[in-house]
């Protein structure tokens, strides 16, 4: 599959929770032909987030959120899924009954989730967004609001972590949820802390991802926080 940067992707299949999805065969692989690609001169820009292709793995965060969805929590409602890579959170979402938006805002995650769509026969909305730049900077939400975000592996920046909290909220109808999974990482008190002080205290719960669905073959413990008012 070939990058809208011009290079190719190496790709490979991964059977995930009864779905067949296209990722990208291995990451430091595609970071290496990225860097060849922006050449010596310009490794910073090859590591930028809107360039580094962090979309195209099957992360365990994701993994455990969707393993955590059910009929209950989805059917009927409106769902939007912030940072999406492969959504498989959204194709679990919409497999059962929800309305979804999928976003992003890496080039070439439409074309991944167009391929994996049609292998899977699911379809949902995909929207270009980088949430934290615009809700954050221009203090706005044009997506309207949702019964139910999602998000997995999103606090692993050291931004203010009760503009964050303000994003997410932005996005929420009043009685909705908030369900967020996290493999561990440094921000994550200072969020639920701050996200508390907003008047929505955290239900914590985990979700095993075994060996064989872990990019690095090992089982992981992913937290998951669900936030209502």
Not at 13 to 22: D, I, P
Not at 116 to 145: A, M, P, S
Request: aromatic residues 12%; hydrophobic residues 40%; proline residues 3%.
């Amino acid at each position: 599959m070939k990058s809208h940067f011009g290079y190719e992707y190496f790709t490979k299949s991964l059977a995930v929770l009864g779905m067949e999805f296209t990722t990208i065969r291995d990451l430091d692989e595609s970071i290496d032909i990225l860097c060849a690609h922006f050449g010596e001169d310009d490794q910073d820009l090859s590591l930028r987030e809107e360039h580094c292709p962090y979309f195209g793995v099957m992360w365990e965060a994701g993994i455990g959120l969707s393993q955590h969805l059910t009929r209950e929590l989805c059917e009927g409602k409106k769902i939007i899924e912030i940072g999406c890579g492969l959504a498989l959170p959204s194709f679990v979402a919409t497999r059962f009954g929800g309305e979804v938006i999928a976003t992003d805002f890496h080039i070439d995650v439409p074309a991944f989730l167009k391929l994996n769509q049609e292998n899977n026969k699911i379809q949902f909305k995909y929207e270009e967004l980088n949430w934290r730049e615009h809700i954050l900077k221009n203090d706005k939400n044009e997506f309207g609001q949702f019964d139910l975000v999602l998000g997995s592996d999103i606090l692993y920046e050291s931004q203010q972590p009760d503009q964050v909290a303000k994003a997410l909220i932005s996005l929420l109808k009043p009685g909705g949820k908030i369900l967020l999974s996290d493999p561990g990482r440094a921000y994550v008190q200072k969020f639920i802390s701050c996200m508390q002080a907003l008047g929505y205290p955290e239900k914590f719960m985990t979700e095993k991802v075994e060996a064989s669905l872990s990019p690095n073959n090992k089982e992981k413990e992913i937290f998951l926080f669900e936030f209502l008012k």
